[in-house]
C-alpha cells in the first residue's frame, strides 16, 4: 500500500516494516506537514482577521445607535421641561383653572 510522504514522515522511520523511506524523503514529508501547518495557520488568521472587523463595525453600528437614542432622550427631556413650564405658567395665570381634561359628559 503507497503511503504519501506526509503519512511516511508521520511514523517513525526506522520501522523495518515495509519499504523504508530514505532520510531525504522523510525530510520533503516534513517539510510538507510544515507547508501545511503555515497553510492551516493563515486560513485561521484570515478568520480571524474577518470576525475582528465584523464585531469592529458591529460595536461602531452600535455606538452611533446610542448616540442617536441619548440625544432623542435630551431632545424629549427638553419637551417634557417646556411642557411644563407652560402648564405652571397657566397655573399661576388663573389659579381657578383646573389642571386636568375637561369632565366628561353624557350624552343625551
Known amino acids: 500500500m503507497a503511503k504519501t ?3 511516511e514522515s508521520r511514523r517513525p522511520w526506522f520501522t523495518t516494516t515495509g519499504e523504508t523511506p ?6 520533503l514529508g516534513c517539510l510538507l506537514r510544515i507547508a501545511d501547518a503555515a497553510e492551516l495557520m493563515a486560513k485561521n488568521h484570515a478568520d480571524l ?3 475582528h ?3 469592529k463595525r458591529h460595536y461602531a453600528n452600535e ?3 446610542s448616540r442617536h437614542q441619548a440625544r432623542r432622550i435630551a431632545a424629549l427631556r427638553g419637551v417634557i421641561t417646556k411642557m411644563n413650564k407652560r402648564n405652571f405658567a397657566r397655573i399661576l395665570a388663573n389659579p381657578n383653572r383646573p389642571t386636568g381634561p375637561p369632565p366628561l359628559t353624557k350624552r343625551q
Open 49 to 51: 482577521v474577518r470576525e
Open 22 to 27: 530514505t532520510p531525504k524523503q522523510v525530510q
Open 63 to 65: 455606538q452611533a445607535i
Open 5 to 7: 510522504l506526509r503519512q
Open 53 to 55: 472587523d465584523y464585531h
